[in-house]
Structures are given as C-alpha cells and as structure tokens.
C-alpha cells in the first residue's frame, strides 16, 4: 500500500525508526543494514513493505529500492517470513546475499542466526533466477575463489576471528587480488582484522 515514506526522524533504534511525516509519526522496521545507512541523518526517505495481520499492521523500511526488492524476494519462500527475511538482511548486505544465491553458497545464508540447511537450500533454488531478473547485484566467484576462500575462512575462524567479519574482509581481497593464494589471503586479512 505504501511505496516509501519521507518525513523527520524522531526516534531511532537498530531495529527500527520513527518517522514524522505531516503530523504523523510512523514506527518502520528496518534492518541493521539500513540503520548504518541512515546515520545521522535528519530528513530520510525509506522504501517500505507493509504487512497485513489480523492483529497488526506491520511497516518494514529499507534505504534502497534493491534491499526491498530481495526482502520482497526472500518472504515469497516458504517458511521465510518478515521477521526472518529482516534477520537475513540485517547479517548480510544485498551484495553478499545476492552473491550467495548466485553461487549456490548456502553456508553463508545458514550463518544466519536461525536459518538452517533447509531453509537456505530453499532460498536459493526459489531465488536463484528471479534475483539475476529483476537486476540485483551478483557476481558469479569461481570455483577456485570459493577454495581459498573457505580454506583462508577456516584458518582465520580457527585463530578467534569473527566469521561475518572475516567473511567480508576476504571477499574484499579476493575481488582485489582474484589471483592470490591462501597464505597471501590470510596475511593481508590479518592486517585488515
């Protein structure tokens, strides 16, 4: 029913912001992602989904048209609702997420606090198509990426490092140096972490 809101920021939390808009202060949802994005912004414009209870009215905000557009994607799974949907998007950014949908990474989507085996095998095979349709973001990483990639992962996670954390930083290295070995991965991801 709503396609976005724009108005005031009057209060925000990272699980979500109210907005004033006219007079009215509407109570959004949103994901960790685009509370990063908001900052410390004043005047904000949120693409939004609206849930229909038979309780509730429920109002979910994202920064960008992409992120709603995959949380849209991500509840039309089955077993995938709202809030799980928002988990997704809070631990992941539409980058990762796309990315993991187009090579199969079901790993990466069951890091997610509460999604299992099931469930991210399920997101991928629904998704895999209708994200490369309407045009998110994927980047299709080779075999050889992905074996360096959890071999570094491995060894890092072994030595205390957070997996999310480390998970971003080597795919920021991987896509500046594709051509690099594990030892280099791990040496340059120590740096950064």
Do not use: W
């Not at 009057?10 to 509407?26: D, L, Q, R, S, W």
């Not at 077993?79 to 988990?87: D, E, M, Y």
């Not at 992905?146 to 490092?161: P, Q, V």
């Amino acid at each position: 029913m709503y396609a976005f809101v724009r108005g005031t920021v009057a209060e925000k939390k990272p699980a979500f912001v109210v907005i004033e808009c006219n007079g009215i202060g509407f109570l959004v949802n949103i994901t960790l992602n685009t509370f990063a994005a908001i900052g410390d912004a004043e005047h904000i414009k949120l693409f939004t989904h609206e849930q229909i209870l038979d309780d509730a009215h429920h109002l979910f905000g994202f920064f960008t048209e992409e992120e709603r557009d995959l949380f849209e994607l991500l509840i039309s799974v089955s077993g995938v609702g709202c809030n799980t949907a928002r988990l997704i998007l809070s631990s992941l950014t539409v980058n990762e997420l796309c990315n993991a949908i187009a090579n199969d990474d079901a790993r990466t989507i069951q890091g997610v606090k509460g999604v299992g085996a099931k469930t991210s095998q399920r997101i991928i095979i629904d998704l895999k198509d209708k994200v490369n349709k309407i045009g998110l973001p994927t980047e299709i990483i080779t075999t050889s990426n992905n074996t360096i990639k959890s071999e570094a992962l491995s060894a890092l996670m072994t030595l205390g490092f957070n997996k999310n954390a480390t998970e971003k930083t080597l795919d920021k290295l991987l896509k500046q140096s594709p051509d690099t070995t594990v030892e280099a991965l791990i040496r340059e991801a120590l740096k950064i972490l």
